[in-house]
Nanobody
Framework: QVQLVESGGGLVQDGGSLRLSCAASMSTFSNYAMGWFRQAPGKEREFVAAISWSGSNTAYADSVKGRFTISRDNAKNTVWMQMNSLKPEDTAIYYC??????????????WGQGTQVTVSS
């Protein structure tokens, strides 16, 4: 059974940084595009960032461009998201997801349980 396990969330002040990690259990991790999504209280889940299976292509929501960076290491079955210049509006539960058909397909096959990020003002 495939598992995606997020870590690295926490409480940080406005302007601070966090690095989220997602460890994946699937043996074919390098065949999957990976992404990060978030859901704030009372809001729908939204796309944050994605990276292709090779790491050569990335995509970001406009709200995080220039502040967040997604990366991966296929040898470690891990994807990260470095979050800098955090703002209170970044407060949400962050979810890792995997897409066998690539992140442009819009079809995300696996999801993690989420990690809470709270940015205080």
């Amino acid at each position: 059974q495939v598992q995606l396990v997020e870590s690295g969330g926490g409480l940080v002040q406005d302007g601070g940084s966090l690095r989220l990690s997602c460890a994946a259990s699937m043996s074919t991790f390098s065949n999957y595009a990976m992404g990060w999504f978030r859901q704030a209280p009372g809001k729908e889940r939204e796309f944050v960032a994605a990276i292709s299976w090779s790491g050569s292509n990335t995509a970001y929501a406009d709200s995080v461009k220039g502040r967040f960076t997604i990366s991966r290491d296929n040898a470690k079955n891990t994807v990260w998201m470095q979050m800098n210049s955090l703002k209170p509006e970044d407060t949400a539960i962050y979810y890792c997801a995997g897409a066998r058909m690539g992140f442009l397909s819009g079809k995300w096959d696996y999801w993690g349980q989420g990690t809470q990020v709270t940015v205080s003002s």
